[in-house]
């Protein structure tokens, strides 16, 4: 069964940095696209940052020149590296995969930026 698990959320101060990771477990193939999701209190789950397999990236215009998406030398790992964050940065951030055409989501991590 495949298993997205997230770390490296948290609290930090606006203009801060974080670093998420995700790793992808539970199979033996590479995935197709890997991303990042956020979801704010009252609002819908929308797109950070995604990579695919050949290393081409795709970045919400919130995060542009800020967020930083990677794939890790691991197999299935992905990084997301958010510097100068803002108060409205503060959500839950969930890992996506598609591997073999499955959509999996990894439980969320919480990042809170205080102003």
């Known amino acids: 069964q495949v298993q997205l698990v997230e770390s490296g959320g948290g609290l930090v101060q606006a203009g801060g940095s974080l670093r998420l990771s995700c790793r992808a477990s539970g199979t033996f193939f590479s995935s197709n696209v890997m991303a990042w999701y956020r979801q704010a209190p009252g609002k819908q789950r929308e797109l950070v940052a995604s990579?695919?397999?050949?290393?081409?990236?795709n970045y919400a215009d919130s995060g542009k020149g800020r967020f930083t998406i990677t794939r890790g030398n691991a197999k299935n790992t992905v990084y997301l590296q958010m510097a100068s964050l803002k108060p409205e940065d503060t959500a839950v951030y969930f890992c996506f995969a598609t591997i073999v055409r499955q959509d999996y989501w990894g439980q969320g991590t919480q990042v809170t930026v205080s102003s």
């Open positions: 990579i695919t397999s050949d290393g081409s990236t």
